[in-house]
């Protein structure tokens, strides 16, 4: 596989997305392309920086799960943007970045990516990719926050992008998926231009302006589903998410929502929610 090119990476970007572009770098190697932005200078107001790498050795998933990133097989790029505010919704942002990843995947000739509450892309039932959210210290009202995505484009062994629960027994990549799989520098500016444009997206709109995008790509949506909590397991039909992101899960006597929580298992679609 090719070394990421600087020159390929930016020929997708639009002028407006390169004219907001404060640092563009790429390693060879690194612990984590998050662990790197966080420790930098926040770039300015409504501005951004990208890391990505071709190997990862501490990549992380939620939760501080280990992110297995083997050298050459996939796509691992942060992008570090800075809110002159506080979202309102903030959380939600991870939702909003995956319906942005997704779209990406689909313009590029990818079909059946979905999306699992919270973070994950699926295809054939299968973990595809995964996306971190971090907060980093910002200036007296603004946020910047660092968004991780981890895509898995060829399979090396063992792949495993920190699921850390029994809803996937297995990874898929995008050799899976297409007859072709696009080049790097192709995918990597691509998702660029998505992820920075989401984020503006976002700062402008909130999630209420995903939501709809989102349940196209629901996985979950009419799965039976056991969610781990901070203070319990829930056991019940996923019903979608609400306006700020939340996932409601249909216990049979109630509707709940779940605003923090980890999917530990999903089965087959249960029927009866569309």
Same mark, same amino acid.
């Given at each position: 596989m090719s070394k990421l090119d600087t020159a390929g990476i930016q020929r997708p970007l639009s002028e407006n997305t390169k004219s907001k572009l404060e640092r563009l770098e790429l390693f060879s190697s690194i612990a984590s392309t998050n662990t790197h932005l966080l420790s930098q200078r926040a770039p300015a107001s409504g501005r951004f920086c990208v890391a990505l /790498? %071709?190997?990862?050795?501490?990549g992380r998933g939620r939760h501080y799960r280990r992110w297995l990133s083997p050298? &050459?097989?996939? !796509?691992? !790029?942060s992008l570090a943007f800075t809110f002159a505010s506080m979202p309102k919704d903030l959380p939600a942002l991870t939702l909003a970045l995956g319906v942005g990843a997704a779209d990406a995947l689909s313009g590029l000739g990818v079909a059946g990516v979905s999306l699992k509450w919270p973070n994950d892309l699926v295809a054939d039932d299968g973990k595809l990719g995964g996306i971190l959210t971090e907060v980093q210290s910002g200036g007296c009202d603004s946020v910047t926050v660092v968004a991780g995505l981890g895509l898995n484009l060829h399979? /090396?062994?063992r792949v495993d992008l920190g699921s850390g629960s029994g809803w996937a027994n297995r990874a898929v990549a995008l050799e899976d998926l297409v007859d072709e799989v696009p080049s790097r520098d192709l995918l990597a500016g691509t998702m660029i231009e998505v992820l920075f444009r989401t984020m503006a997206r976002f700062e402008s709109h909130g999630f209420a302006d995903?939501? &709809? %995008?989102w349940q196209r790509y629901d996985w979950l949506r009419g799965r039976e589903v056991k969610v781990e909590m901070p203070d319990k397991r829930l056991t019940g039909i996923a019903a979608g998410v609400d306006v700020d992101g939340a996932l409601i899960v249909d216990t049979g006597a109630m509707q709940q929502r779940v605003v923090s929580g980890s999917i530990v298992a999903a089965g087959?679609? /249960? &029927? &009866?929610l569309q």
């Open positions: /790498a %071709d190997h990862q050795t501490s050298r &050459g097989s996939g !796509l691992y !790029l399979h /090396a062994g995903f939501a &709809g %995008d087959p679609p /249960a &029927g &009866g």
